[in-house]
């Protein structure tokens, strides 16, 4: 039997709509089983990868090691014989890159909430001892708050002999890269990170870039130079700044130390740049694992040494998740799903025999521990009377309750599950009127330990200890007094294999004929297989097929990279955009309201990918929106503008 790549994916998660593609990955949005939660899926290609392999296993490894509000979250990493699946943090908001060009350029005061936090974001992963390597808007997302999530650490490099050591490889962007690391010469990578900065800030405050050209060699010569126009908006302090990250010679370039209280980062704010990480590695959160417990019918001390394997599976990916949902004020329930939590037995007898520790459910080495699933005997199941269903059906009083009944059993002695199930009944009442203490605070600071992940591969690299956070008086003033419109995805239904599909059809199929054959000594046996053949003509009649687009387009909110038109007439509208792409060279496919659009060189070779989709925001008011797949952010951004322009919206 042939399994699937995506098999083990779809076990925990729920795939939707493609919300952007790269060279040699595809992302898409997806919903994770347990927690509802939205996830972004980054599915590789091992064979597509080739050299680029060890750049995704230094990217994995990064994200494993780097926890900050202010950098995307990974939680999953799941490896198949073809292919790599890593789940990360959604954010709906898009690219930072799509934002300033809506926008045109920034305000001063709105740049300054942005900058902080790329700032924030930067000084933490130089604590790390890492230099990022490619910073650009492109790499920085938007989430639901409006904040920034620093993204794609598959540069980035981590010197062993600290962040002063010297590196060589050229890499990045043209138009973000140092002066030094043009030259060939070797850098620093926190210094080449500083001048990407300056790039980016410079984009924020003016809309371009300050060294520009379509050729790369007079590009090159530009930023060697380090001459750049000065607009007539920028404030002295703003340019200031500016000629202090853009400084050619890298050690008259300023530190991030110094960046951090800067007079324009500090201005309208009480206190310097927060760079320390707000949800720290190693932490656990226990409204979180008390929640696992439950579900998982384990012991909180149990569930917890499971959780600090760090091994960046289904478990962590579920920790995680809760965590996510509670810094969000949610609840923090898991929901009935199919998708259980699955960890080996292995996992328990090796941190069983690494720490010593005398485990209260693990009694016998032949016990199947497999989260949430019925396979323990009667006796050995506490709380035997409340499975995944009966928790479902708890009141919040009755679930209270059984989670600090819960506690109780974990404070108490070490005990064998018989015995415990024995005598469940004759606990003391004060055990189930303690109350839980809960933390106001989702993100708390844990002692500076980091577990060691201890897995061979790509999947397992092990997580390093992290600096100690200072203590510092918290900002008030740290994100925007004004929020944008954020983007709504339209939950899409799950993407469905052609042989998952075919499979269908054969079963329904099957089950026409087992229902003729049912009634076939009746009248009704012609019935039967009308009714079968009628659901299976149903099926492949595209107008009834499950996640069909109707007829019109789409129905979206309005967002930054939504452009509104005066056309009302959508197919008016769309006639319109496809007279002008021919003559702007660019070929595209049409689906429904939507045109995949790409570019090719002289050579055939693919150098832009990007989508335009006609939308409807309100009942009168029709809208085009873009979106870049591949290929350079400036280039696109001046090939729609002259595309938008020269049709007649």
């Given at each position: ?38 996830v ?26 780097l ?5 995307c979250?990974?939680?999953h990493?799941?490896?198949?014989p ?7 943090e ?6 930072l ?18 900058f ?21 808007p492109?790499?920085?997302l938007?989430?639901?708050?409006h ?10 490099a981590?010197?062993k002999?600290?962040l002063?050591y ?20 070797a ?65 008259k ?23 320390y ?7 656990m ?6 929640e ?61 025999s ?75 009442k ?5 109350k ?24 397992t ?7 100690a ?7 008030t ?14 939950t ?26 049912q ?17 299976v ?22 967002h ?24 702007k ?30 939308c ?5 008011v ?28």
């Amino acid at each position: 039997m042939v399994v699937d790549d995506y098999d083990e994916l779809l076990k925990f998660y729920e795939l939707h709509e493609t919300i952007g593609t790269g060279g040699f990955a595809k992302v898409k949005l997806a919903s994770h089983h347990l927690t509802g939660e939205k996830v972004a899926v980054k599915i590789m290609d091992k064979d597509s990868l080739g050299d680029d392999l060890p750049r995704v296993k230094i990217e994995i490894e990064a994200m494993k090691n780097l926890s900050h509000q202010h950098v995307c979250r990974l939680y999953h990493v799941i490896e198949t014989p073809k292919k790599i699946f890593m789940v990360l943090e959604y954010c709906p908001g898009g690219e930072l890159f799509d934002y300033i060009i809506a926008k045109d350029r920034l305000t001063e005061d709105e740049a300054r909430v942005f900058f902080r936090q790329i700032v924030s974001a930067v000084a933490y992963i130089h604590s790390q001892g890492y230099a990022h390597r490619d910073l650009k808007p492109e790499n920085l997302l938007i989430d639901e708050n409006h904040n920034l999530k620093l993204i794609d650490f598959g540069l980035c490099a981590k010197p062993k002999g600290g962040l002063d050591y010297h590196l060589m490889t050229c890499c990045g962007s043209p138009a973000y890269a140092a002066p030094e690391l043009i030259q060939g010469k070797a850098y620093i990578g926190s210094e080449a990170d500083i001048w990407s900065m300056g790039v980016l800030m410079y984009a924020l405050m003016c809309g371009y870039l300050p060294f520009d050209d379509d050729n790369v060699m007079a590009l090159y010569k530009k930023v060697m130079r380090g001459k750049y126009d000065i607009p007539k908006w920028l404030s002295p302090c703003t340019v200031l700044l500016l000629s202090q990250m853009l400084q050619v010679d890298p050690k008259k370039r300023i530190s991030i130390k110094h960046l951090l209280n800067h007079p324009w980062l500090i201005q309208g704010y009480n206190c310097p740049v927060e760079w320390y990480s707000k949800c720290p590695l190693g932490y656990m959160d226990e409204d979180c694992v008390t929640e696992l417990s439950v579900y998982c019918k384990y012991s909180k001390h149990s569930m917890s040494c499971l959780i600090s394997e760090w091994n960046y599976d289904h478990t962590t990916a579920t920790y995680l998740l809760l965590q996510s949902k509670k810094s969000r004020g949610k609840p923090v329930r898991l929901v009935h799903s199919l998708a259980l939590v699955e960890p080996s037995s292995s996992s328990f007898k090796d941190l069983k025999s690494r720490n010593k520790l005398d485990f209260e459910d693990c009694n016998s080495v032949d016990h199947p521990y497999v989260f949430g699933s019925m396979e323990f005997s009667d006796d050995e199941l506490f709380y035997d009377d409340c499975t995944l269903s009966g928790i479902e059906q708890m009141t919040s009083k009755e679930y209270s309750k059984y989670r600090v009944e819960l506690n109780s059993m974990d404070s108490a002695p070490a005990t064998p599950i018989s015995q415990r199930a024995q005598t469940k009944k004759s606990e003391n009442k004060e055990n189930s009127d303690t109350k839980l203490s809960k933390n106001e605070d989702p993100f708390l600071h844990p002692g500076p330990w980091t577990p060691v992940a201890t897995k061979k591969g790509i999947l397992t690299t092990p997580n390093h200890n992290i600096l100690a956070a200072p203590k510092e008086k918290s900002c008030t003033k740290d994100t925007p007094t004004k929020r944008a419109p954020v983007v709504n995805h339209e939950t899409a239904t799950a993407t469905i294999s052609p042989d998952r599909r075919c499979r269908s059809v054969d079963l329904d199929l099957n089950q026409a004929h087992l229902d003729s054959a049912q009634k076939k000594k009746g009248t009704k046996v012609f019935g039967s297989l009308e009714r079968g053949l009628d659901k299976v003509i149903t099926m492949l009649t595209p107008s009834k097929r499950k996640g069909f687009a109707k007829d019109g387009p789409r129905k979206l909110r309005a967002h930054y990279n939504v452009t509104t038109t005066n056309i009302l007439n959508p197919d008016l509208l769309l006639n319109e955009i496809t007279r002008v792409l021919p003559k702007k060279n660019v070929d595209y496919v049409q689906k429904g309201y939507t045109l995949k659009c790409k570019t090719q060189s002289d050579f055939g070779k693919v150098t832009m990918q990007f989508e335009l989709e006609v939308c409807q925001l309100k009942p009168e008011v029709m809208g085009i929106r873009r979106q870049r797949l591949k290929g350079d952010a400036w280039v696109y951004k001046r090939l729609v503008e002259d595309i938008l322009t020269s049709c007649k919206v």
